[in-house]
């Protein structure tokens, strides 16, 4: 009696040893948490990383940012909530994705880079010079959302883990004629009839929004963005019907872009101090 106890006891002695090592050689893969960090960094930092923000959500019109937008957007009306909306072309964990190689630009870019790349095509301006405030301080806001994620820098695309998944629909599917119905359906109350905005909402076409350079201005990645961010609050479109008004807003004239017209002469490209 007493030696079958004693068996029993060994064998489960070997038993949780073995767990043991079984578990030490496969560990578990914590779950990556995307979230706004409690707290801004301390002195200059700080001041630095709530500057950023505030030109994002300010960008047309924050005193450091205007001359180097051209039309009514803020980096907020496309990247939501100042890029804490985790759907929406979120900020939140993309610093880790950098720096990053880039299809179109042919090389690897910085996050800086991307940041000032949006100025030209998305905010149909001039791109800042490098190491300027204004630059520092967007990019200093967005590594600032990165907080305590992990570095896995992409040598596909210059996107974060969270990017806009593109959608399934074909995009020859598009039907903008079916688009222009649901547009005055379910937009134009607040990006007005003519596309050209209102007081609740940026315009989305014409001389005042993004140019033919933007990733808004192909109808795939527009539709992509409809379906996680429109209407605000409201986001329920089906993917053909994201696909079709995207098809019908970008129907529209906008501005062209011409790559020259938007960078900045060429002692201005960057600065060395403040
Ligand atoms: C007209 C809409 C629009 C505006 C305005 C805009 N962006 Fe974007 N931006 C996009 C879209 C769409 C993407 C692709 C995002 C995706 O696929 O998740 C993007 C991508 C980016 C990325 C790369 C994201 C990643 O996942 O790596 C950065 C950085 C960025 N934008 C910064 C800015 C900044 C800074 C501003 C303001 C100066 C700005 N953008 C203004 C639409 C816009
Ligand atoms: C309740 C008002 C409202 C409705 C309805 C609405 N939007 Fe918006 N939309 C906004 C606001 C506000 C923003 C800017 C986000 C911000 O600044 O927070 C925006 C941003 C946008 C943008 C990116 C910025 C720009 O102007 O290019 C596009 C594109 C857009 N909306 C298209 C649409 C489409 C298409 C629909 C219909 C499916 C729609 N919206 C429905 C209020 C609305």
């Not at 959500?57 to 496309?78: A, D, F, I, M, R």
């Not at 590594?143 to 998944?165: A, C, D, Q």
């Not at 933007?214 to 795939?220: E, F, I, P, Y």
């Not at 008004?245 to 938007?262: C, D, K, M, Q, T």
Request: neutral net charge; contains cysteine.
């Amino acid at each position: 009696m007493r030696d079958r106890w004693m068996i029993i006891f060994i064998l489960l002695l070997t038993g949780s040893f073995l767990l043991t090592v079984v578990s030490a050689e496969m560990p578990t893969v914590k779950s990556e948490k995307y979230q706004v960090p409690s707290e801004y960094p301390p002195h200059e930092l700080g001041e630095i990383v709530r500057l950023g923000r505030a030109i994002v959500e300010q960008t047309n019109v924050h005193p450091l940012s205007k001359e180097y937008v051209g039309n009514s957007l803020t980096c907020s009306s496309c990247h939501l909530k100042a890029g804490t909306d985790l759907r929406a072309a979120t900020f939140l964990g993309i610093a880790t994705a950098y720096p990053a190689w880039s299809p179109r630009e042919k090389r690897v870019i910085t996050l800086e880079d991307r940041v000032l790349n949006c100025f030209m095509r998305s905010q149909n301006g001039i791109r800042p010079p490098l190491g300027s405030k204004v630059s520092t301080a967007i990019t200093a806001y967005i590594t600032w959302l990165s907080s305590g994620n992990t570095i896995r820098m992409n040598h596909e695309k210059p996107l974060g883990p969270n990017h806009v998944r593109p959608l399934k629909i074909r995009t020859e599917l598009a039907n903008a004629k079916r688009g222009a119905t649901l547009f005055s359906n379910q937009c134009a109350d607040c990006h007005g009839s003519e596309g050209t905005g209102s007081e609740a909402g940026p315009p989305v076409w014409g001389e005042n929004s993004y140019n033919t350079g933007a990733g808004m201005s192909h109808n795939d990645k527009l539709a992509a963005w409809l379906k996680v961010a429109m209407p605000p609050d409201e986001t329920n479109l089906s993917e053909q019907d994201a696909l079709d008004i995207a098809a019908y807003v970008n129907s529209h004239g906008r501005p062209e872009f011409v790559l020259e017209e938007h960078l900045p002469e060429a002692k201005q490209r960057g600065v060395y101090g403040w």
